[in-house]
């Protein structure tokens, strides 16, 4: 598939029948539709990774208005995990960053039970394309959430697939794409894998135009 808003196309599935889930392949610091979704950290100003990406493009307005991100607790903390916040996104393509905090799942290694950090990841998808419907984003683009060092022992496939679960029980009225964009090889195999299971209909060229149908959260 060719390129689309900074990215390469891989696969594309039909959410509804008007909205389309995208998976694509590249770096989402070069996504240029609306707003894209960095994985953040707690203290939401920049870390290593994507995060630290977004913020080097994004440069000093990025980074300033992160800064003006309320700090909730002694900890420094700006966004809790499974929440997510907007700023602008400075010298970004997309004219919005939404930072999400996914769960870090190797604080509770030697615990079989993945269940709350699970239902964290789903809160953070679900919290970032709320703030997305607030800003009348109708193409987003989302870095991998929880899906890099973040991930522990917990596989990439059940990560992706809680990614894909969440888009799907999410969207909302004149959303139109949603990019997950994986950056390796791996990530790329196993986000289209995640995305047949959890999407059976791949989209039709022309779909995904108009959001009329969506499902609000």
């Known amino acids: 598939m060719p390129s689309e808003h900074g990215v390469k196309v891989q696969e594309a599935f039909a959410v509804t029948p008007t909205c389309r889930l995208m998976c694509s392949r590249g770096s989402v610091v070069d996504f240029a539709g609306d707003a894209i979704v960095n994985a953040a950290n707690r203290g939401g100003l920049g870390g290593g990774g994507v995060d630290g990406a977004i913020n080097a493009r994004g440069g000093p307005e990025l980074q300033e208005a992160r800064k003006q991100l ?11 995990t499974g929440e997510a916040q907007a700023t602008i996104g400075g010298a970004l393509p997309a004219k919005w960053v939404i930072h999400a905090v996914g769960p870090i799942y190797w604080e509770s290694e030697g615990n079989p039970d993945f269940s709350k950090s699970d239902e964290l990841l789903r809160k953070a998808y679900a919290s970032s394309l709320q703030v997305a419907q607030e800003k009348d984003v109708k ?20 990560v992706l697939e809680i990614a894909c679960q969440a888009v799907k029980d999410n969207v909302y009225e004149g959303l139109e794409e949603v990019h997950l964009i994986a950056f390796t090889d791996v990530e790329d195999e196993e986000l289209r894998r995640a995305a047949k299971r959890v999407f059976s209909t791949p989209a039709a060229a022309g779909e995904g135009k108009r959001c009329t149908r969506c499902s609000a959260m």
């Open 70 to 80: 309320p700090v909730l607790n002694e900890y420094g903390d700006r966004i809790p």
């Open 139 to 158: 193409t987003l683009g989302f870095a991998l959430l929880s899906a890099g060092v973040f991930r522990g022992d917990r596989s990439l496939d059940q």
